[in-house]
Structure formats: C-alpha cells, structure tokens
C-alpha cells in the first residue's frame, strides 16, 4: 500500500493517495465509501485541516469516483463541488451550472459522483454551533432542527472554496496541536459559513415533473447500489434480473437511472464495484498465502483472463501488482 503523508500532524495533514478507498480511511469521522468508475491508474490528495471548531477537507483525484456516505448524529457539513462539468452530480443535482452549496445535516444519507479533475470540498462542525450562529443572525425559519439536505444558490461558494484550498496550502497551521490561533480562526470560519447560509438563496422546494423523474432515478440507483453490495458481502455476484427482482424496476427503468445518474450501464457498474472489492481485499489480504484466483472467483470472476485485462484496464495495474504491495 502506498499511502504517502506528505504532512501529517493531529490537526493538518495532506495525503497523497494511489486508490479510491484511502480516501474513506482519510476521514475517520464519517461513514463513507468509495468506488473508482474510471479506467486507469489512480493519484489523488485529500488534505484535512482541524480549526476546533470547524474542521475542512479538500479532495481532489484523476479518476472518476462515486462516494457515499452518511453524516453522524449532531455532526452537519457544508460542501462544495467545483462547477462546470454535466457528469458530476451531489445527489439528484448537476454541477453544471451554478455555484451551490449543500447543508447536510446528521444522519442524511450523500450520494456523489465526482469526475477526475473536478475538486470538491467541505466542512464539517457541530450542527447545534451552525444553528446557534443562523439563529443569532435573527434569520426567520430556522427555529427548528435541520430537516434533510438544503440546497443553496450562493456566489459565495467560489470564494469559499478558494479559502479551502487556502487553507490546505497553509504551512502555519503545521502546529503540534489545535493552537488557539486555530481555534479562533475556526470560529470565524463558523460564523462565515452561518453568514453565508443567511445570505444565499435556497433553491426552490417545488417538484416538478423532471425533478421527480431525477429523484426517482437516484433512488433507483441508490437501492441497486445497496442490493449489490449486500450481495458481494455474502460473495454472490447478482444479475440484471436479481436487480429487478429485488428493487422491482424493468430493467428499462434501471438502464435509464444509471444512464442518467452515473452515465455507464448498470451491467458496467457492477462489473466495477465487484472489482473494487476485489481491489480492496487484494490491498488488506486476509493471510500470507492468498492468492489472486481465490479472490477474484469469491466475486464471481470465473474467466480470470478476462478479468485480469478488466482489473488492469480500470486500475492500470496487474492484479499480481496490487496483492504483492497488500503483503509487503
């Protein structure tokens, strides 16, 4: 495994990473998952940056990913994708046009596909701190807890991603521990962001008939998404029909969500996902002695030429490479 710490300290690391789930072990805090989608090999860096009271992190990585994730109870965060491409998608919404903001707060579910070269970056914090400091700016309807994922038109985001990247460039918070430079600092990065929900216009709450149809699409995906990794869970690689069975879509519906969401196949997608497993056991192997036929048809790989050109095309490396740098 070659997990390179550029920097690393408790609070201000970068990392430079050769494989999608290096990024799930980068953010300890979260429930979160990661899928390579894009053929070749992988380099990204995800920096993290902890200000006490707001800690952000910054991401970037060559290759086309499909992250899914949970936010924890009384934890909320504020992202940002880098706008301007068709393929990138946080939940049913397309970053090709505006600069958005999303408030997740705790326990909501995340589904993202982020393209190679697109960055995308977030904060997170205490959710009760965020709504403390909306609410002393007088703003009217935040008297409550927040409900779901909002969404905000904002010409702020650029600016505030911008100040991420900043962030992670800075070599003054290479300190031993969260100095009280830091913390202050954290705090009025807290309050910006509130400033900037109070500012910001939320988009509209109206469901039209093509936000249904992407919502329905989305959940389409998710659902297939869960049923396939409970099935590899159990190694059983399932077929088109196990989906359809299980979801209770036509396989036409299915085709389409993908299309539209993750724009590949549903077929592809999971050809993808049993080789990321794949990828995953060959970097953590179980035992000295295993082997890469025992891993790869414990996912259903019968033809193991076919999957040895597969596996080296979508991560552009032998599968022997890989088990070999999983057992130094």
Known sequence: MDLAATDATPDFEHLNTDDASLHESAQ?????????????EFNGRITRCDLGPVTTFLECQNKAVHKRAQVPANRCTISMIDHGHNAARFMKHSMEQNDQLFLMPATTDCDLVIPGGVTSCYAVMNESDLLDGIRA????????????????????????????????????HLALSVSDDDVATGQQLL??????????????????????????????????????L?????????????ICKDIGVSARVLQYSFNDFMQITPVAYLRILRLNKVRQQLLMPTHAMVTVTEVATRYGFMHLSNFARDYASLFGERPSTTLQRGLR
């Open 28 to 40: 300890a805090w979260l429930s979160v998952e990661y899928s390579q989608i894009d053929a070749g």
């Open 137 to 172: 700016l007088g703003v009217e309807g935040w008297e409550q807890d927040i409900d779901g994922l909002q969404v905000y038109n904002s010409g702020s985001s650029r600016q505030l991603l911008e100040q991420f990247a900043g962030i992670a460039m800075n070599q003054d």
């Open 191 to 228: 309050h910006q962001l509130a400033l900037i929900i109070h500012q910001a216009s939320a988009v509209g709450t109206t469901v039209d008939s093509g936000q249904y149809l992407r919502e329905r699409r989305l959940e389409v995906v998710r659902k297939t998404r869960d049923y396939i």
């Open 230 to 242: 409970s099935c590899l869970d159990q190694h059983s690689s399932p077929s088109v029909v196990d």
